[in-house]
């Protein structure tokens, strides 16, 4: 079974940057996207970013140009730089890996990590 790991979530001020990252089990050559999706209290999970295996981003409209998302396929890690951070980001932040099982796309999720902004 695949675990995904969360890590650097905290507090931070408006305007202060955060960078989150996520530790895979296996390789994460077998993944085609990975991605950071968020859920603020009370509200539906969203989209972060994602990027494939290729290299090719995307980013939700609230966070273009503030978020970017890497990845490190030698340490099967993928990496949230978060700058710029608004109190509307305040959400627990899920790390996010698909691949195809059987033909079947399939998605493993972490267990969360909090970001709080507020001053």
């Known amino acids: 079974q695949v675990q995904l790991v969360e890590s650097g979530g905290g507090l931070v001020q408006p305007g202060g940057s955060l960078r989150l990252s996520c530790a895979a089990s296996?390789?994460?050559?077998?993944?085609?996207?990975m991605g950071w999706y968020r859920q603020a209290l009370g509200k539906q999970r969203e989209l972060v970013t994602t990027?494939?295996?290729?290299?090719?981003?995307n980013y939700g409209d609230s966070v273009k140009g503030r978020f970017t998302i890497s990845r490190d396929n030698a340490k099967n890690m993928v990496y949230l730089q978060m700058n710029s951070l608004k109190p509307e980001d305040t959400a627990v932040y899920y790390c996010?890996?698909?691949?195809?099982?059987?033909?079947?796309?399939?998605?493993?999720w972490g267990q969360g990590t909090q970001v709080t902004v507020s001053s």
């Open positions: 996010n890996a698909r691949r195809l099982q059987f033909g079947v796309p399939r998605d493993y």
């Open positions: 296996e390789s994460i050559f077998s993944f085609y996207v």
């Open positions: 990027i494939t295996s290729g290299g090719t981003t």
